[in-house]
């Protein structure tokens, strides 16, 4: 194996302090000098988070290998412009479930298997074989969660022992701690991060570099207080204060000097490569103009369900010299009559409907739908939202009143939208949508073509697709199926022609979109956008 560079990153004192982006960000002070691999080590038993509500744990992000991973790789890719793999998401569920699959077949011949050396053993070979496999120059680790977690132990000796494995010249362990400010004192308190650092040495791991997470970049006493206190170099305690957007974060660390640190602490040559990264980050503090966009959706009570889209505005809004203002519109009120649609969308020039499952909220996005149609304001449905604007078509346009979902109800008459038919009969929910990286094949003469031209590569997580026995009766109407797919009759994209924007996608163009290169329908949407509020009074 080359000589691969090892960057561990763990949390202390608190979850929620940002460690996929703080991954990210050093991730993005390498490349593309080097080929950055990042790994997510997260200790919950579920093998991987596609089963979980949102609100629970976040977004899922969908890798182009058809992997329902964690939220922090969409950071990881936003950041670093690559494609991640699934197997670069190692959760507690899959580690023991790989395990007790090995010891059934009797791989163990006869051990007893335990957490050492099994679990961790079993750990660190795949941290190995990802570095192998991926050729990488250097392997970001992040652990999830806190230290003290009973679920991240094993991750943490893995790392610990991996040291052995890979020698101390070779890895860095890099730990983030909450520096709180008592606003009676307004003092940055460093005991937390002390105590963290304590446990970290009680696990046999002694962190080179420790970023202060603070409502203000860390006072000189307060980096020499830690220097002293936790025995690294001063000019190794980096700040990390409060940002108004995550993409300035890479900037800060350059400011603090952490890419000369790493340069040190690994023997790696590692050059400033942020001035393309400076222009945009720029662009995004300093905009010309402002729109204002409503998400909706039903998991709007954690934005991180809709983190993807969120960032995919922000890239557009950064190549268009605009401010992205939000508005969240919680579908199930609307539906429910707490607030009436025109209430719900006054003021904006751009309406997003975002996916999700179920019944819940359906109706809510349905008016939605309609009110963005009839008032021509610039609408994209993604996953979820086309499969509901085609209902929506289907029912005030073809005249099928009865027109739904099957998902939505059984019983319906016309059931404008099925399960795709390998879906029917599956009863186990782990996995098995209709899920990454497919081909969409683009209609010539349509919106969906001045995009993508003939032929688009995009990522799905679906179970349910347009009828295909109702495709050409919602045609004759009007709506226009612009994209599908290779081979079959599953329809991928929507457009209307007599409407500033209304299109809408059965794949999640927001799980592509970089701030280098955002998506193409997102920046065509918010374009449209901000010509309508520049018509607005």
Known sequence: MKNTKWIIVTGGVLSGLGKGVVSASIGRLLVPTYKVVPIKCDGYLNVDPGTMNPVEHGEVFVLDDGGEVDLDFGHYERFLNIGCKSEWNLTSGKIFQSLVEKERRGDFLGKTVQVIPHVTGEIRERFKKIARKAKADVVLIEIG???????????????????ADVGPRDIVYVHIGLV??????????????????????????FPQIIIGRSRDKLTERTKLKIHWLCNVPIQNVISDPYLNHVYELPLVFEEEGLRRVLARQLGLRIPNRLDEWKKLVNRIKNPKNAVTIAICGKYTELADSY???????????????????????????????????????KGVHGVIVAGGFGARGAEGKITVIRHAREKKLPFLGLCYGLQLAVV??????????????R????????????????????????????LGGHDVVIRKGTKAYELYGGKTRKRFRHRNEVNPRYIKQIEKAGMVFSGKARGKPIMQVIELKDHPFFMASQFH???????????????????TSLEMSKQSP
Request: charged letters at 30%; aromatic letters at 6%.
């Open 407 to 434: 998902e939505i109800d059984p019983n319906t008459r016309h059931p404008v939208v099925d399960y795709l038919p390998e879906q029917i009969g599956i009863t186990h929910k782990g996995g098995t949508m209709r």
């Open 392 to 405: 929506e078509f289907a029912r005030n346009v073809c005249g099928l009143k009865d027109a739904n979902s």
């Open 180 to 205: 709180p400010v008592l606003d009676e004192l307004g003092q940055q308190k460093t005991k937390p991060i002390q105590q963290s650092i304590l446990f970290m040495r009680e696990r046999g791991l």
């Open 509 to 527: 163009p927001e799980l592509t979109s970089t701030l280098d290169k955002p998506s193409k329908m997102f920046h065509r949407f918010v374009a």
């Open 145 to 163: 969660g806190t230290v003290g977690d009973i679920e991240n132990l094993w991750f943490l000796e893995a790392v610990r022992e991996l040291s």
């Open 307 to 345: 983190i993807s889209i969120e960032e995919a505005l922000v890239h557009s809004a950064a190549h268009l010299n605009c401010k992205v203002n939000k508005k969240w519109v919680e579908t199930t009120d609307i539906e429910r009559g707490k607030i009436s649609v025109e209430e719900a969308l």
